[in-house]
């Protein structure tokens, strides 16, 4: 029961709305990549931890989430000269294929052994990834296993409407696409290229005058986290440089503004928001927030708009206003929420890992908050 108490502290700070003042943004840094460490150490076996939370404290590794935050770790190794953090990567690199199915794909034993697509590309992340920082053929013969399941599961349009959550097409499978088209990158195949375009394409069609997006939610019906409106853009915005078609830049852009619209001056997003533009959440999707900022400081980057730095800097020190840097637990130190409150709708009472990788992403993305 030793894992209740930090969670009874936090939810007590939040039900205080205690906000913490902002520390050096390189303090912030440094303890979420520690923390992420430590979710790798709490992995049991070589992938990392989904997070620590209630009920149960630490929970096993995550098949989907260790495939992209084996990329950050890479990142973090490249710009911190952190071998660590490369050491680790490619220990994660080496369990996924582990853990990969004989025809490719990547299932989450949550709901059976049948590969899921957007599992699958997360993790197919990590084998380009892993190759390019490493040569290791294994890595590239697991990364071409997963695209070509990934082409013989689409539709006879290339779209991805089976093998997916709930079995209904998501949006935010663009970033299946982008990593598809990363790895055409490494390994040339018409038919990679062909279906991600293909899901690329379909996107475009969900999306209206406003920005926004129909089918973007993790069910059907409900307005959509920010954390999969930012997944949708991110492959959009990632997959358009990468193949030079200005339409999907546009389109990822025109979502990101529309985005910028929802930020208080505190740095506040909504936790959803509807394909409307309406707000439907009154608590703060944390992982959404970080997100959003890298989308945002790519943008700014791609573009010198300073509304996209600005509302980077304001979603980033939001989510610092609640980061415990200072605590001694080293299972909640420099871990982000899920939400903000803690029982918001998004994980609610968990520490989840990808929260701290999206942090960490968008950290080395920010200027400002790496001076």
């Known amino acids: 029961m030793r894992h209740v108490y930090p969670f009874l502290r936090i ?22 990549i520690d923390w992420l460490k430590r979710a ?24 989907e989430t260790s495939g992209y935050i084996s990329a950050t770790l890479f990142d973090v190794a490249e710009r911190l000269g ?4 490369r050491a680790r990567a490619v220990a994660i690199c080496n369990w996924l294929i582990s853990v990969q199915n004989a025809d490719g794909s990547i299932a989450n034993p949550k709901y059976g052994e ?39 599961v689409a539709d006879q349009s290339g779209k991805w409407t ?28 018409p038919d990679y290229t062909g279906v991600a375009r293909a899901n690329l394409d379909w996107a475009l069609e969900q999306q209206n005058p406003a920005g926004w997006f129909e089918h973007c939610a993790f069910r059907p019906g409900v307005a959509p986290f920010t954390h999969t ?5 991110e492959g959009l915005l990632a997959a358009g440089l990468l193949l030079g078609e200005g339409r999907y830049v546009d389109a990822a852009r025109r979502g990101a503004e529309a985005a910028l619209r929802h930020v208080r001056p505190d740095g506040f997003v909504p936790g959803r928001i509807d394909s409307g533009g309406q707000s439907a959440a009154a608590y703060a999707c944390l992982a959404g927030n970080c997100q959003l900022a890298a989308v945002w400081s790519r943008l700014y980057k791609q573009f ?68």
């Open 11 to 32: 939810a007590a700070a939040d039900a205080l709305r205690r906000e913490r003042a902002i520390g050096n943004p390189s303090r912030h840094l440094h303890a979420a």
């Open 40 to 63: 790798h150490d709490m992995g049991q076996g070589g992938g990392v931890s989904y997070g620590y939370g209630l009920p149960g404290g630490w929970r096993p590794p995550y098949r």
């Open 82 to 85: 952190d071998t660590d953090a």
């Open 114 to 152: 049948s590969g899921i697509v957007f599992d699958t590309g997360a993790v197919l992340e990590g084998f380009v990834r892993g190759f390019r920082e490493t040569q290791a053929e294994d890595l590239l013969a697991a990364a071409r296993r997963a695209g070509h399941w990934l082409v013989a």
């Open 162 to 189: 089976r093998n997916t959550f709930l079995g209904v097409p998501h949006v935010y499978n663009t970033r299946t696409a982008w990593q598809l088209l990363e790895l055409s990158a490494l390994s040339p195949n």
């Open 229 to 233: 409106i930012a997944y949708a853009l």
């Open 304 to 371: 010198g708009d300073e509304r996209f730095q600005s509302g980077a800097v304001r979603a980033l020190g939001y989510v610092m206003r609640f980061h415990d840097v200072d605590t001694a637990d080293l299972d909640v130190r420099g871990a982000i929420k899920g939400s903000q409150p803690l029982w918001g709708g998004y994980a609610p009472f968990v520490l989840p890992s990808w929260a701290a990788k999206f942090f960490v992403d968008a950290m080395l993305l920010s200027a400002e908050w790496r001076q």
